[in-house]
């Protein structure tokens, strides 16, 4: 039998007052790190949550953060129709260890790959502290339940405001929208498939309010115990999406991606240095 899924917080700081730690990071320093036309924010996952933080705080606007691994940075990349999404983002973080790899072929250097969970985990644990509001949409209706049910279980003071699954008639899309306008949550995790969920996100900022869109893509099932654990090897490395393709030969558009995304940053690693040596 399948073991209960336990949610592991995965931070340094449970023990230290991260109340303090976040407001005392400056979050005016962004510096950017430019791959194949996508403007990463080249910070930590503290400073990421920080900045993240401050938006709720200020209340200003609609904020998007937008992770990226290497099969949707190739299909983003400069050039593509999609890359008009990378450049309205708020926010465009580094999901895994083949960016890290692709940074280092052109000259530069990722400060850190974060983690949609860990940057997720770090921002409930907060939000039930402060009481924030959250709203969960996307996956399928029993791992949204069953997400919930984990969430609720080890941070009994969250504030849900509301959940649903991402099947989504046009009745119930108008539902979900309306709920999301009404109850104007300060962080909406959304879980669909790429780039759906994108589009949606682009689609339909005028029902987000001033709140803070996060995508998650497939964390919703990892999160409710739906998916098997990615192996550590893969995990510790920030290569979650790899051992996807690894485990889905079948999928040759994914094959072709990763071929793509090396194939591009060993070209441009070469041209770079081509480019120095003279």
Same mark, same amino acid.
């Given at each position: +039998? ?10 340094? /700081?449970?023990?230290? @007052?991260?109340?303090?730690e976040?407001q005392?990071i @400056?979050?005016? &320093?962004?510096?950017?790190?430019n791959?194949?036309?996508i403007?990463? &924010?080249?910070i930590?996952?503290?400073k990421? %949550?920080a ?9 200003e606007?609609?904020?998007h953060?937008?992770?990226l691994?290497?099969?949707k940075?190739?299909? +983003? ?6 890359n008009?999404?990378?450049? /309205?983002?708020? +926010?465009v973080l ?6 890290e ?7 530069m ?10 940057? +997720? *985990? @770090? ?5 039930e502290?402060q ?29 849900i ?8 008639? /046009?009745?119930?899309?108008?539902m979900?929208?309306?709920?999301i306008?009404?109850?104007?949550? @300060?962080?909406i995790?959304?879980g *669909? ?17 001033k709140? %803070? ?8 099932d990892?999160?409710s115990?739906?998916l098997?654990?990615?192996? &550590? ?10 051992? /996807? ?7 040759l ?9 090396f194939i591009?940053?060993?070209?441009a690693g070469?041209?770079?240095?081509k480019?120095s040596?003279?």
């Open positions: +039998m399948k073991e209960q899924f336990q949610i592991v917080h995965q931070s340094a /700081k449970e023990e230290r @007052d991260y109340f303090l976040y005392n @400056d979050t005016t &320093d962004r510096p950017k790190l791959l194949a036309g403007e990463f &924010d080249n930590s996952r503290d990421s %949550v900045v993240i933080l401050d938006w709720i705080k200020k209340k606007k609609f904020n953060v937008l992770f691994d290497p099969l940075l190739i299909v +983003m990349r400069e050039g593509k129709p999609l008009r999404i990378t450049k /309205k983002a708020s +926010m580094a999901e895994s260890g083949g960016i790899w692709a940074s280092s072929q052109v000259g250097k990722l400060v850190e790959r974060i983690s949609i969970i860990s940057l +997720m *985990m @770090d921002l409930i644990r907060y939000s502290k009481s924030l509001t959250l709203f969960f949409l996307g996956s399928k209706e029993k791992v949204i339940e069953q997400l919930f049910f984990n969430l609720i279980k080890h941070f009994p003071a969250i504030r405001v509301g959940r649903h699954s991402g099947y989504l008639t /046009k009745e119930r899309e108008l979900v929208k309306e709920a306008r009404k109850t104007s949550p @300060d962080i995790f959304l *669909m498939d790429f780039p759906e969920q994108e589009l949606w996100i682009e689609n339909n900022t005028g029902f987000f309010g709140s %803070v869109v996060i995508g998650t893509w497939g964390t919703f990892i999160l115990g739906n098997d654990k990615i192996p &550590d090897y893969f995990q510790s490395r920030g290569l979650g999406w790899l051992w /996807k393709v690894i485990i889905n030969p079948w999928r558009n994914k094959l072709w991606k990763t071929a793509r995304f591009y940053f060993k070209i070469l041209k770079k240095r480019v040596e003279t």
